[in-house]
């Protein structure tokens, strides 16, 4: 098992900026890829961005590639998505989670946290 809790998400007016973060309690072993997704009400869990934890390469979804930014604190086990420029699209409950895969799918991964809903207002 490996709980992972999200924080960070609120409310923002379009344009704002939000970081979320996301602590993993427990092991994380080098081949785990650690993972934001997010889910709009009424719509499929969507990828957004991932990293790998043993070399630090990420992948960002094309619809957030040049606002968002995945990074991650090795020495505390956390990861954070920085999010700027956002609008109401982007509005959802995110997601971290876990998977010894590096993929976009979401049934990879093993280990999910509660989610943390964001809302942009135009």
């Known amino acids: 098992q490996v709980p992972l809790v999200e924080s960070g998400g609120g409310s923002v007016q379009a344009g704002g900026s939000l970081r979320l973060s996301c602590v993993v309690f427990g092991p994380i072993f080098s081949n785990y890829v650690l993972a934001w997704f997010r889910q709009a009400p009424g719509k499929e869990r969507d990828f957004v961005a991932g990293?790998?934890?043993?070399?630090?390469?990420?992948d960002l979804a094309d619809s957030v590639r040049d606002r968002f930014t995945i990074t991650r604190d090795k020495h505390i086990n956390k990861i954070y998505l920085q999010m700027n420029s956002l609008n109401p699209e982007d509005t959802a409950v995110y997601y971290c989670?876990?998977?010894?895969?590096?993929?976009?799918?979401?049934?990879?991964?093993?280990?999910w946290g509660q989610g943390t809903q964001v809302t942009v207002s135009s």
């Open positions: 990293i790998s934890w043993i070399d630090d390469s990420i």
């Open positions: 989670a876990a998977s010894t895969t590096n993929s976009r799918s979401a049934d990879e991964y093993q280990y």
